[in-house]
């Protein structure tokens, strides 16, 4: 009998088939999800673990290929430079993002709505197009920082260095502070002001009530925002590649990279890998242990109320500062990438003279290698937002309705890749897949296999997050009627979450399209996208080309976002970050 409290009023029941006498498949079908799943993460792990214990070209198994890691000055120096990469981007994301979320979060600041869209355009930048835009800004002798300042001063030349560990930590944090704005804005949307104006009324200065009440409240949000930051540089390839490599400075992607250089030594890189995951899981742990005891509770006799706080002229001050950073993260780069793949010659004066169309045909119809790239990006970066989407919901499924057992354990395997770098997961996967039975080299579906194995986390707690906001008495009705699991999953479930799995979808395409570090191992002629082609391009020192492409990119990556924002709605990024 239907239930008529879950119907609209004068509705008629809605049909579910006949579903009676039915074999129910439900039960193989997760099998085979979690079966998929156990493979996409467990063989690149599996063969990682063995290729860095192998002896090349010989069988065997020995700890030789950790001892020349351990033993190596330059791979001990790489990994001092990653650690202090990654501090320095913490500790800038840190003191970018959490001044801004409290001004955008707490105060009165002009144009709050506009601040949080221009973060969340720097968010979706992929890092080397922004690395490229400020090598093209302030590279020592050409950046077009330095000429405009030796023009207007008359020195000998200008005082930026993009190409230096100053300047790795400058162009990774101006693209990582988000983290630790996202995480902070939300815990402080938590926080009542009753604590505020309580120490108001004892004295207090708004910026006393800041540092001593407002942000101790939401520390354990600020250290995770350093962490994710920390975590996202040293596990970074792009930017600091392209920046420190003429620097001459080692850090530990850029050298796995090095190990595939002809001839390839995976074993060595597979090793230096494993070292990678070693750091990554002990700051997590790390992580753990600082934010043990760190929690924070305020305690009222009624709810609690939020309000902005009104910081007088000072609101013009914090407007300009976000302004500032927005320049640096989006303005200057974006205005240097279109003004070079308009101009004949990038270094040349920017006049109409020197104003040309030639390097958009190039890419988009004159160069065949461009063109393939966009094509693959588009074709592999849908495949793997949609294999990853369907993967993250049969998984998320299985584990919030607890249909197997050991579904805790089945709940932590898809995050597992979160601690594993790009980089290091493509190690993996080319260990995996690069001999019998599985060989997948060479073709577009081992970029797909990489990209949904990078992401599979993010559908995860996506659907995860839905799921657990719906109502089991909708899906019980129509279990009730004699629906499968299946069914009812296609009928009931995903209709009433789908704007949320489609924001799913989109997010896991927009990272796919600008993710290079997976990329860079695993691609070859017939299937480069564009990162890879803008990442060769930048070594072979056509800039002109590299912006053009890089616009293209952009305008990939922004029309994504837009057409989430018109279908979902402006709080998009925010829900899925």
Known sequence: MTNPTLLAPGSPPRKIGKLKGKRNYSPIFWAIMIGILIIL?????????????????????TLQNYLKVLQSPRLLQAVGNSLILATGTGIMSVAIGVPMAWMITRTNIPARGLMRTLLLVAFTTPHFLGGIAWILLAA???????????????????????????GAIFVVGIYSYPYAFLLTSSALEFVSSELEDAATILGAG?????????????????????????????????SPTLILVPARVPIITTE?????????????????????????????WVQRRLLANKGYTTLTGKGGR???????????????????????????????????????????????????????EDVLFRLPFTRLSIVNTLTYSAAAALFTMVIGIAIAYIVTHRLVKGWRVLGFLPMIPLAIPGIVIAVGIFAAYSRPPIVLFGTGLIL??????????????????????INPEMELAARNLGATQIQTVQQITVPLVKRGLIGGFILVFILSVRE??????????????????LFDLVTEGSFERVAALGVVMLVLVFGAVGLAYRLLGEDFMLEKS
């Open 41 to 61: 993460i467990g063989l690149p792990l599996f063969w990682l673990i063995v290729r860095s214990l192998s002896i090349p070209e010989v069988g065997g198994w």
């Open 140 to 166: 020592p002798n050409s950046g077009w920082l330095n000429r405009v300042f030796v023009g207007i001063t008359g020195a000998s030349q200008g005082p930026f260095n993009i190409y230096s560990m100053w």
């Open 206 to 238: 708004k910026f006393t009530t800041m540092f001593r009440i407002t942000l101790p409240l939401v520390l354990p949000s600020i250290l995770s925002g350093f962490l994710l930051s920390f975590l996202e540089a040293i596990a970074l390839f792009g």
């Open 256 to 284: 796995i990279w090095q190990q595939f250089q002809f001839p390839p030594n995976v074993e060595l890189a597979s090793a230096f890998s494993m070292l990678l995951i070693v750091i990554t899981l002990a700051l997590l």
């Open 306 to 360: 939020k309000r902005l706080i009104d910081v007088g002229r000072w609101r013009w001050a914090f407007l300009g500062f976000c302004l500032f950073v927005s320049t640096l993260s989006l303005f200057l780069p974006f205005y240097m990438l279109l003004r070079t793949s308009l101009s004949k010659a990038w270094g040349q004066p920017f006049v109409f003279s020197n104003m040309t169309l030639q390097w958009y």
């Open 448 to 469: 797909i296999v990489a990209y949904t194995t990078r992401f599979v986390p993010i559908a995860f707690s996506n659907a995860s997050d839905i799921f657990k906001s």
């Open 516 to 533: 290079l570090s997976c990329a860079i191992l695993l691609f070859s002629n017939r299937t480069q996208v564009m990162a890879t082609v």
